[in-house]
C-alpha cells in the first residue's frame, strides 16, 4: 500500500478510489513541492533535491517487494541455516582441537563458503542474511537456543509470530540445540569458570581530565553465581549485552571498497613476513583475518554462479570482481557493502550493527558513473536508477529480524535490527569545518521517502551553522531554512518517522573531548575522529569504523537506584522492613539511611549518589566479567579485519594486532543506556518542593506509593484480613510493610495534585524567581543528575580499554521495565511506563497547571549539557500535521522547530508524526485483531495500518507490531500540533 500523509481528524488517509478532495499527485498521495537546488558546487547533479519526479510507482520491483513486506509473505521464517553450519563445524574432533581464535576463523570460512548463495533474475544486489524472505537469525552461541521451548508455538503466538517449517524445527530441536547444551553460551561459560579481575592486563589508554581508570574487584570459583550476574539475571536492575550482542558498532567498508579483499590479504601476509606481527597471538590474529577474508571471496563467487543460473549476467560479473577487487561503479560498491554486511551479520548479532555514513562512502561513485554519460536524458535516468539502486539496498536489509521469545517480545516488541544509517552532516578537513551534504545524500533520502519502512534507521546530521548558508557561503537569515533542512523535514512528514536529526554542533565536542584524552591523540586528530561520527543502532555517536563504543553494553534502570536510596539500601521486591535484606550485601542493616530518617534534601541526594555507585560498580563487573569470556569464545575475526586499529591497510600502519573484543580499536568503551531519567528528575523535585519544602511528610509520600496513588486502595481491611496480616507479619517480619501513616482519601487527593503541580522536567527552562512558570528546580535536577551519572561512570574502565559512558536512549525496555517496578515519587503508578530515552514525562503541566508546550518540552532537553551524554539520547518528539493541503506550511514549521533545537544544542531528536486519534484507532485494530478468534473483519481492518510507522526510543517500528503495554506508552506521549505547539492531549478526548 502506498503511505498516507497523516489526517488531522484521526483515521489515515488511504484513498479508495475516489477523487482527492485536496491537490494531489493523481497517485492518492501529498503532491511533493520541489526543493530548488542553488549550489552546483556542492550538489552537482540534482535539479530538485526532493526529486519529485520520481515515485516508487516507476520500480516495479521495488513496488512489489515493500508490497510482500506487509502481506503474509512478510512474516519472519526461522532460517537454521546459520547454527546447522556453525554446529557442523564445531562438531569435528579436529575443530574442537584448534586454538580458540583459529577456530572460531575457521569456523566463520566454513560458515561463508557453505552458506546458500540466493539470486533472483530481477535482483540488482546478491545474496540474503538467511534463506527466507524475511528471517529471525538463530544465533546458537549466543542465546538462540532460548527459542527451543517455543518451537511448536512460535507459529501461533498472539504477539509478533514466526512461521518455522517442519523439518527446520525438527532439525533444531534433534541436532542443533542439544549440541549447544554443552557448548556454554558466555552467561554459563563465566559461571562456570573460575575469575579474578586481578588477572587481566589494565588496557585503558584514557587519561586528560579522566580520573585514573578503576576495574572494581572481582573474584569468584568456578560454579558460583557473583551479585553483579545475579543482580543482571533479575532483570528488574540493569540488562548486559554480552550474553546476547556486541553488535552496536560500524564496519569499515571503504577498505574494501578501495583495496579490496586480493589486496588486504596481501598486506596482512606482509605484516606476518616482515615480522610486523611480531608474537604467536598476533600472527595467529592475522592469519584469522585472512581465513574469513577469503571464506567471503569464495562466497561471492557462488553469488556469481546464482546470478549466472538465474540469469542474471550484471550481478554475475559484479560478483566474479568484487568484493576481491577494488570497485569502480555505484552499482559494485553498494554490492561490496551488501555483500560484507550480510557476511558480518553471521559473526556479529543482527541488533544495532549498523552502516555508517553510507552518502559519504558511495558519492565517489555515484559521480565518476554520472560524469561518464553524455545526454541529459541519459543522466536523469541514472539518477533513477542510483534511488532504484538505493531501494534494494534497503529492502535487503529488511530481510532479517532479531530472533525473540515470547518473554523478549514484552521488551523489545516491534523491533527492527536497528541498522542505523547516517546522511549528512560535516568533516574536518585542514583545519576547517565544511559540509558533507552530497547528491547521495538527497539520493539516500528520496528511497527514505518513497519506501517508508523501518530498516535500515535512517539518521541526519545537521549542524546549525554550516548548513544554514546560502551557495556564497554567507549565513541565512534566521527567518529562512536552508534546503536541507527543509528536505529532512518533508521526508520526515510523508514516513512519519524518519530520519531522526542530529545536532553536528553539540555532538562533535563531546566526542572529541572524548578521542583527545586517549594517549598519543591529538586535538586535531580527535576533532577529525568525531567530525566523522555515524549513528549506532538507534542513536548512538561513535567515529564510524574506529571507536568500537559496545554502545548497549548495559540498560540501567535509574529508579532502581531511586527506589534504594527512598528504602536505605533496601527494595520493595525483596521487603523494605528493618529486618529485610539489603540488595548488594543480603543484610539486615539499612547502607544509607532511608528517606523517613533524612533530614535535608541534601543528605537525601548524598545517598542516592552512594546507591548509585553501588549499583554502577555492579553493572561495570557484571560488563567486564562476561566481557572477558566473550573475548575468549566470541570472537569477531571479520569486523576485526574492517576496522581501524586491528589491522593495517596497504597505505596505513599502526596497527594492533588484535580482535576488536578485547580491545584492538583506535578508540574504546562501554555504553551505558540510563532508563527513566526523568522519572527520577520530577520524583527528586517532588521530595524537594513538597517532602523537604514542609507540604507532605516523607511517610505520607510512601504512604501515597504505597496505596499507588488510587483512593479506592485505601479501603479498611476486615478484621479478618487484619487479623492474618499481622500474623503474617509476625511469621516474616523480613516482608513487613513499613508502619506508615494512615492516609485519608481526602489527603491523598491533595497530594496527588501537589505531585501533579510540582515542578517538571520538561516544563520549561524559566528560571525567574518568584515567576509563575519559574521550573528552576526542574533545571537544577536535570543538569545535577546527568553531571553526577557521567562522573559515576566515567571512573571506570572497560575490559577492552577505554571507559563507560552513559546516554540515554530506551528502545521499549522503559516499558518492559516499568511493568517491573511498583510506584514512584513523580505519581507514576505500578506497573506504568517510564519515560522514554531523555524525553520528559507524559502528562506533565506547568507550575499553574496549565499545560507544557512545544518549546518548553523541546528547550528542558537541550538544556542538558552534550558532554554528559557522550552515549547519545533519545528525545521523542511527537507532532500532529494538519491536512495534505497544509504540506509546504507544516514543512516550514516543522523546519523552524528542528532548526531552534539545533541552535540550542540539541544532541538528537526524532521525530514521531502521527495525530493520536490515528494512533488509538490504529490500536484498537491491532486489538481487535489479535484476540483469540478473530476473523476476516478484523484482519481487514487492521490493513490500513500495517505500515504506520512510528519512532519509539531510538529506532523505527510498525505500531501495530508493538506490545499492547508500548502502543499504550506511544498513545500517551505529550504530542503537540505543529502549526499551534498546544499539546493534544488536552484538546482530544480519547
Known amino acids: 500500500m502506498s503511505v498516507p500523509y497523516p489526517s488531522a481528524d484521526g483515521g489515515i488517509s488511504v484513498e479508495l478510489g475516489k477523487g482527492p478532495a485536496l491537490p494531489d499527485s493523481g497517485s492518492g498521495k501529498i503532491d511533493l513541492f520541489p526543493i530548488i537546488n542553488q549550489d552546483f558546487q556542492k550538489i552537482k547533479t540534482l535539479k530538485d533535491l526532493a526529486l519529485r519526479h520520481i515515485t516508487l510507482e516507476q520500480f516495479p520491483v521495488v513496488n512489489a517487494w515493500r ?273 560484507c554486511y550480510h557476511l558480518l551479520l553471521q559473526e556479529n548479532t543482527n541488533f544495532g550493527f549498523s552502516i555508517g555514513r553510507l552518502d559519504q562512502i558511495l558519492n565517489r561513485f555515484y559521480l565518476a558513473d554520472w560524469q561518464k554519460l553524455d545526454s541529459a536524458q541519459a543522466q536523469d535516468d541514472y539518477i533513477r536508477h542510483a534511488v532504484e539502486l538505493v531501494s534494494h539496498f534497503f529492502l535487503h536489509c529488511s530481510d532479517h529480524v532479531p530472533l525473540s521469545t515470547s518473554g523478549s517480545e514484552t521488551l523489545f516488541a516491534g523491533s527492527g535490527s536497528n541498522q542505523a544509517l547516517t546522511v549528512g552532516g560535516t568533516r574536518y578537513e585542514n583545519g576547517q569545518v565544511v559540509d558533507a551534504v552530497n547528491d547521495m545524500t538527497y539520493i539516500i533520502l528520496k528511497a527514505t521517502e518513497i519506501l517508508s519502512i523501518r530498516d535500515p534507521n535512517v539518521h541526519a546530521r545537521y549542524h546549525r551553522d554550516v548548513h544554514h548558508r546560502d551557495a556564497q557561503g554567507n549565513s541565512l537569515p534566521t527567518e529562512v531554512m536552508d534546503p536541507y533542512l527543509r528536505r529532512i523535514c518533508q521526508v520526515n512528514i510523508l514516513t512519519r518517522a524518519t530520519p531522526a536529526l542530529h545536532g553536528d554542533a553539540a555532538v562533535v565536542p563531546a566526542m572529541a573531548s572524548y578521542y583527545a584524552a586517549h594517549a598519543g591523540i591529538s586535538a586535531e586528530e580527535a576533532l577529525a575522529d568525531a567530525y566523522d561520527y555515524t549513528s549506532i543502532g538507534c542513536i548512538e555517536e561513535n567515529a564510524a569504523h574506529k571507536h568500537y563504543g559496545n554502545t548497549g553494553s548495559t540498560l540501567m534502570v535509574l529508579p532502581a537506584v531511586l527506589e534504594l536510596a527512598l528504602y536505605g539500601g533496601k527494595h520493595r521486591s525483596d521487603g523494605v522492613a528493618p529486618k529485610s535484606p539489603n540488595l548488594f550485601y543480603g543484610d539486615e542493616r539499612y547502607t544509607t539511611q532511608p528517606l523517613i530518617q533524612i533530614d535535608s534534601m541534601q543528605a537525601f541526594i548524598e545517598a542516592f549518589k552512594f546507591q548509585l555507585n553501588e549499583m554502577a560498580r555492579h553493572v561495570v563487573q557484571c560488563n567486564n566479567y562476561f566481557g ?103 511469621l516474616h517480619p523480613e516482608d513487613a510493610p513499613l508502619g506508615l501513616p494512615n492516609l485519608s482519601k481526602d489527603r491523598l487527593k491533595q497530594i496527588k495534585e501537589m505531585v501533579r503541580l510540582a515542578p517538571k522536567y520538561g516544563a520549561g527552562v524559566d528560571q525567574t524567581p518568584g515567576g509563575i512558570y519559574n521550573n528552576a528546580t526542574a533545571v537544577k535536577y536535570t543538569h545535577l543528575l546527568t553531571e553526577m551519572l557521567q562522573e559515576v561512570f566515567a571512573q571506570y574502565r ?71 551524554v557522550q552515549n547519545g539520547y533519545t528525545y521523542n518528539l511527537s507532532l500532529t500535521t494538519r491536512d495534505r493541503g497544509h504540506f509546504a506550511e507544516d514543512t516550514e514549521l516543522f523546519s523552524r522547530y528542528m532548526k531552534a533545537f539545533a541552535d540550542q544544542n540539541g544532541v538528537l531528536v526524532q521525530m514521531c508524526v502521527s495525530s493520536i486519534n490515528d494512533l488509538v484507532a490504529a490500536d484498537r485494530a491491532a486489538t481487535a485483531a489479535g484476540q483469540t478468534g478473530s476473523g476476516e473483519a478484523e484482519h481487514k481492518a487492521l490493513e490500513p495500518f500495517k505500515d504506520l510507522m512510528i519512532r519509539v526510543a531510538g529506532y523505527s517500528a510498525y505500531f501495530v507490531t508493538l506490545s499492547p503495554q508500548m502502543r499504550k506508552e506511544i498513545i500517551q506521549r505529550a504530542n503537540f500540533g505543529l502549526d499551534t505547539g498546544a499539546e493534544q492531549h488536552t484538546l482530544n478526548a480519547l
Not at 571479520?638 to 594486532?657: C, R
Open 628 to 730: 572477558r569470556f566473550y573475548e575468549q569464545s566470541r570472537q569477531s575475526p571479520f569486523l576485526s579485519g574492517l576496522f581501524t586499529g586491528p589491522t593495517n591497510t596497504p597505505d596505513s600502519d599502526g596497527a594492533s594486532f588484535r580482535d576488536v573484543s578485547a580491545g584492538g580499536a583506535k578508540y574504546n568503551s562501554a555504553g551505558i543506556a540510563v532508563i527513566g531519567l526523568a522519572d527520577v528528575i520530577d520524583s527528586f523535585c517532588v521530595l524537594d518542593t513538597l517532602v523537604f519544602g514542609g507540604k507532605m511528610s516523607a511517610g505520607e509520600l510512601l504512604a501515597a506509593m504505597q496505596a499507588d496513588f488510587d483512593e479506592n486502595s485505601l479501603q479498611p481491611k476486615s478484621a479478618w484480613a487484619a487479623f492474618l496480616a499481622r500474623v503474617q507479619n509476625w
Open 67 to 339: 508490497e510482500k513486506l506487509f502481506a503474509p509473505e512478510g512474516t519472519p521464517e526461522i532460517c537454521d541455516e546459520l547454527p546447522r553450519l556453525l554446529t557442523e563445524f564445531l562438531r569435528r574432533p579436529e575443530s574442537q582441537a584448534l586454538p580458540p581464535y583459529t577456530r572460531r576463523a575457521q569456523a566463520l570460512r566454513h560458515i561463508f563458503v557453505n552458506k546458500t548463495a540466493i539470486v533472483h533474475a530481477d535482483d540488482l544486489l546478491p545474496g540474503q542474511t538467511t534463506t527466507s524472505f524475511v528471517g529471525p537469525v538463530v544465533y546458537a552461541d549466543t542465546i538462540g537456543y532460548c527459542i527451543w521451548p517455543e518451537l511448536k508455538t512460535v507459529t501461533t503466538r498472539a504477539q509478533n509470530p514466526f512461521k518455522i517449517r517442519p523439518e527446520v524445527a525438527d532439525r533444531l530441536n534433534r541436532e542443533i540445540f542439544p549440541f549447544w547444551l554443552e557448548q556454554k553460551p558466555v552467561q554459563e561459560l563465566a559461571r562456570y569458570s573460575n575469575y579474578d579481575s586481578a588477572d587481566y592486563e589494565n588496557r585503558d589508554r584514557v587519561g586528560g581530565d579522566y580520573p585514573p581508570s578503576i576495574d572494581p574487584p572481582l573474584s569468584k570459583k568456578a560454579g558460583e553465581t557473583p551479585k553483579a550476574q545475579e543482580l543482571m539475571e533479575r532483570v528488574a536492575f540493569f540488562l548486559s549485552d554480552k550474553a546476547t550482542c556486541v553488535s552496536h558498532t560500524v564496519p569499515d567498508f571503504e577498505r574494501v571498497l578501495k583495496y579490496g579483499f586480493d589486496g588486504l590479504i596481501e598486506r596482512a601476509r606482509q605484516d606476518i613476513a616482515n615480522g610486523v606481527a611480531a608474537t604467536p597471538q598476533q600472527v595467529e590474529f592475522l592469519q584469522g583475518v585472512i581465513e574469513v577474508y577469503e571464506g567471503a571471496k569464495i562466497y561471492a563467487q557462488h553469488l556469481a554462479e546464482a546470478a549466472d543460473k538465474a540469469g542474471n549476467l550484471a550481478l554475475a560479473a559484479i560478483c566474479r570482481k568484487i568484493p576481491a577487487q577494488p570497485a569502480e561503479t555505484l552499482h559494485e560498491a553498494l554490492a561490496v557493502v551488501w555483500i
Open 798 to 868: 572497560t575490559h577492552r580499554g577505554g571507559r563507560y559512558l552513559p546516554g540515554y536512549w530506551s528502545m521499549t525496555n522503559h516499558a518492559g521495565f516499568g511493568m517491573l517496578t511498583k510506584a514512584t515519587p513523580n505519581g507514576r503508578r505500578s506497573g506504568e511506563s517510564f519515560a522514554s530515552g531523555i524525553t520528559p514525562c507524559p502528562g506533565i503541566v506547568k507550575a499553574n497547571g496549565e499545560p507544557v508546550n512545544l518549546l518548553d518540552h523541546m528547550l528542558s532537553v537541550t538544556s542538558v549539557n552534550a558532554n554528559t
